[in-house]
């Protein structure tokens, strides 16, 4: 019998998948930086922080040694509109650890005053399962915030030496570096040479602390600045008059943010920074000067007395100046409290604290010029009558204007209004 086998046909399926690799591109910051071009940095910095424009400066830099890590940072060309809200989260840096995304709101990686600057930092000796609570206490990443700080103030001297590009990047930032300032006393010297101010010799440019220190008068021994609203009304100043008369350079600081900076920065290449607006304001003087300014402080200690009599508490002291040429008086404040802009910014603040502003208001010190034809016939009035209402509404009127000049609000507007319509009439012959 024979016996026949039958195969039975079976059907194999086969799947062929294929794959397309999508990204052909190594991660830019792990490529050497000479290979790379501008048109790949600004393509990836456009991708990785979704603005439309091409960055302003670029540095790329790998740490090695004890800690390794690569890092690319960026500084845009313009400052975002919300830079300095506080409840926003920021999204600057973002934290990888051996090229695997770890997060995009590190704050502890870099300092509140650089939140402007973005880019990638890849470490290799973070843990890649570290939790948030964990890496803020990290030691590594208190290290890497340190060279993070370093490479942007270097990056940040390179934008120096082009000069319109610095002008570009300090009109957008200069607030950042004040408040850096402010902030970073390990940074502070370093972060000094990158401020521009405007100043009396300066025209229409801006100078550098180290510009201004090579520009000082023989016998000048302090960088002289001034605080207030705006350039044109510094300029014009009384306070600036005895230094524009010694040939001196005074600096003109019109952002709000430069009261709060020069509280922190006492002096740069060990020159002393004096405020002109406020007392202990000392010029080198020979002998013969101080002769004569020791006799006229005995011929007008009686008018002095008596402007304190009438003002009262509204000024701590009356003495004659050495800051004024050719106004007759003004108000200047404590060497160490707040100065007449510093007060009005204060003033400013909507949620300010009532009880600061008593204790750190100005103390005034009302300055008069013993050369000035005012305060010359006002002495002459003074002695001839003490009582003289003239005299009183003379005072008065010179305190109210000079609380003008010298930066501060009228506490009375009304009755300065008054004062001077009456002497409208005077001036106009009427007799009520």
């Known amino acids: 019998v024979s016996t026949q086998s039958t195969w039975e046909k079976k059907k194999i399926k086969e799947v062929n998948v294929e794959m397309e690799l999508q990204n052909k591109n190594k991660p830019i910051w792990t490529r050497d930086p000479k290979d790379i071009t501008t048109e790949e940095y600004a393509s990836f910095y456009k991708a990785m922080s979704n603005d439309w424009e091409d960055h302003l400066a670029v540095k790329h830099f790998a740490v090695e040694g ?15 509109f919300d830079m300095f809200e506080t409840n926003k989260k920021k999204h600057n840096i973002k934290l990888y650890v051996r090229r695997v995304f770890i997060m995009d709101t590190c704050e502890d990686i870099i300092p509140e005053w650089l939140n402007f600057i973005k880019g990638i930092v890849d470490s290799e000796d973070l843990p890649l399962n570290i939790s948030r609570e964990q890496l803020q206490q990290n030691k590594i990443l208190k290290v890497i915030k340190k060279n993070i700080v370093k490479k942007c103030l270097e990056m940040f001297e390179e934008l120096a ?37 405007p100043s009396t010799k300066s025209g229409e440019e801006t100078t550098t602390l180290k510009d201004y220190v090579t520009r000082m008068k023989e016998k000048q021994n302090s960088i002289y600045y001034i605080t ?51 007392e202990g ?30 003002l009262g508490d509204k000024v701590e002291k009356v003495q004659l100046s050495d800051r004024i040429v050719s106004a007759p008086c003004v108000l200047v404040t404590g060497e160490y409290g707040w100065s007449a802009n510093m007060e009005r910014i204060m003033k400013a603040q909507a949620l300010r604290d009532a009880s600061t502003s008593s204790y750190m208001a100005s103390k005034k010190t009302m300055e008069i010029n013993p050369s000035h034809s005012i305060v010359k016939e006002l002495k002459k009035k003074a002695d001839e009558d003490k009582s003289d209402k003239t ?21 009375d507007p009304s009755g300065y209004a008054e004062r001077i319509h009456r002497m409208i009439k005077l001036g106009l012959s009427i007799d009520d």
């Open 281 to 310: 304001l000392k010029f080198d003087e020979s002998e013969e000067e101080k002769k004569r300014k020791e006799e006229e402080k005995a011929a007008f200690e009686g008018l002095c007395k008596l402007i304190k009599e009438i």
């Open 391 to 411: 005299v009183k509404d003379l005072v008065w009127l010179l305190f109210d204007t000079s609380l003008l000049t010298s930066g501060f609000s009228l506490d």
């Open 161 to 197: 030496d082009n000069k319109d590009d610095y002008k570009k990047f300090y009109e957008q930032f200069s607030k950042n570096i004040k408040l850096g300032i402010h902030e970073d006393s390990t940074n502070r010297k370093k972060l000094a040479e990158l401020l521009r101010f």
């Open 66 to 80: 004890q800690l390794e890590f690569k890092a690319v940072l960026f500084c845009p060309k313009r400052a975002p």
């Open 228 to 278: 207030g609203e705006n350039k044109k009304q510094l300029e014009s100043s009384p306070f600036t008059e005895a230094c524009k008369k010694r040939g001196y350079e005074v600096l003109l600081m019109t952002d709000p943010i430069d009261e709060y900076a020069m509280q922190q920065l006492k002096d740069f290449e060990d020159k002393k920074f004096v405020c002109l607006s406020k």
